[in-house]
């Protein structure tokens, strides 16, 4: 049956990831640095395209809005949430830039970029990450197995141990919940 087919390859890509050290130990140091840019008046920044655009600006709500409790609000947004702008500058230069130029914008050094591909190799994430790394900001990617281009520009790098579109952003929605969660409980001191 395929209902349950689906659900058995989330649960074992899931598994995988739970049994990875080293994912593990990155979404730790992801929290740092996120931890880190939010404590000296920094922002986490957010960009993806189609269903994960919509994971992008679902995470930098949680962060901006609230997770679990009432809490002060967190400097987060996802690029492309201004359709006007996005529109424009896809238009006026192309869409490869719609997300670097809103970094040159709004980026400085020590704030976070986390870009969600499931292929690592959409180009207007990997010329947001070159803009991000030419001014200080620090690069997190969140890919499919084979991380793509990403994997060689991310700071930081979590590549979901699957192939499957639906199964990584099904992960990464995973484990962007778990960062904003850890995110929250630390800086305001929740257990």
Known sequence: MRIKDAIQQSIDVKRKI??????LETIEKIVEVCIGAFKSSGKVLFCGNGGSAADAQHLAA???GRFYFDRYPLDSEALHVNTSYLTAVANDY???EVFSRMVKAKGKKGDVLIGLSTSGNSPNMIRAFET???????TVGLTGESGGKLKDISNYLIRV???????????HILI????CEL????IFNKK
């Open 18 to 23: 739970l049994a990875d050290e080293e994912i």
């Open 62 to 64: 949680e962060l901006s």
């Open 94 to 96: 192309s869409f490869d």
């Open 132 to 138: 991000a790394r030419n001014l200080g900001v620090i």
């Open 161 to 171: 141990p699957s192939d499957d579109t639906p199964r990584i952003q099904e992960s």
């Open 176 to 179: 962007g919940h778990i960062i």
């Open 183 to 186: 995110i929250e409980n630390k």
